[in-house]
Structure formats: structure tokens, C-alpha cells
């Protein structure tokens, strides 16, 4: 999760692709692609963005606990985490219940401790803490 330390600046695009609401992300050397399930106009090509916020928090919690693991130099094979994500509605905040399945024979005490490194994990903190945003408009020729 080197990339989150610091001061690095990321950046995503997203670029619609065709009519629908499908859209082309490029991270770094990456591509994937955003689309809205069928019953919200889209094509269900892809996740749509409020899934892929609970894939950022699923995934980097199974990486956080794997990577401390490692440092701790304890095998602690299979790691699954799940995520169940319920978006913000009037007079209830955000939720997200995560499920974090590890091996029967892991110590209570490495269980612990990679539970509470867990909730470190660099997108939990970011959902945690404070957001700030800045917007701006950029308006451009397209080409005919």
C-alpha cells in the first residue's frame, strides 16, 4: 500500500464510453470498466462506483492484515474479507460491516492484533477521517 504513504498524489480517470453510462477507468497502466446494473439505465458491464468503494475497502484490508503478517514473519494462509456497504440514507450515516475470515488455528492473541491493524488500513482511515474536495471545470473543444 506504499502508494497511499506520504504525500503522493493518485489519479483516476473515467471517460464514458459510447452512449450508455458505461465508462473506461485508467489508473496507472490500468484499465477497468464502470458501468450501472441494468435497472439504473446502464449495462451492468462492470461494477458501478459505490461498489468499487466497497472493493477498495475489502481489498486493502485483506492486504494491511497479509502485509503485517508478513512483517511479523506469521503464516497465516487464507485471508477473506467481506464487505457489505449501505450507502448514507436521511438520518443514517454510511455503513459498512466488514467480515474478515481467517484461519480456525491462528492465536487469539496474532487474531487480535490483526484485527485492530485491520481498521488501519489506508481506505478505512480515508472513510474515517476528514475529506476535503476541490472541483473545477474544465471546458474543452471536441473534435467533430
Not at 19 to 40: F, K, M, N, Y
Not at 42 to 61: H, I, K, M
Amino acid at each position: 500500500m506504499g502508494h497511499t504513504q506520504g504525500l503522493t498524489r493518485m489519479k483516476a480517470t473515467a471517460k464514458r464510453e459510447g452512449t450508455g453510462l458505461r465508462h473506461s477507468i485508467s489508473i496507472r497502466d490500468h484499465q477497468l470498466t464502470v458501468d450501472e446494473p441494468l435497472g439504473a439505465g446502464g449495462d451492468d458491464a462492470g461494477p458501478d462506483p459505490q461498489e468499487l468503494l466497497a472493493v477498495s475497502l475489502a481489498s486493502c484490508t485483506a492486504i494491511t492484515m497479509e502485509m503485517y503478517a508478513t512483517r511479523k514473519g506469521w503464516d497465516i494462509g487464507h485471508v477473506e474479507v467481506d464487505v457489505e456497504y449501505t450507502p448514507a440514507e436521511r438520518g443514517c450515516p454510511t455503513k459498512f460491516d466488514l467480515i474478515m475470515r481467517l484461519p480456525d488455528n491462528l492465536p487469539d492473541e496474532q487474531v487480535q492484533k490483526l484485527r485492530v491493524i485491520a481498521a488501519k488500513c489506508p481506505v478505512h482511515r480515508v472513510l474515517d477521517g476528514e475529506v476535503m474536495f476541490q472541483e473545477r471545470i474544465e471546458r474543452v473543444h471536441l473534435a467533430a
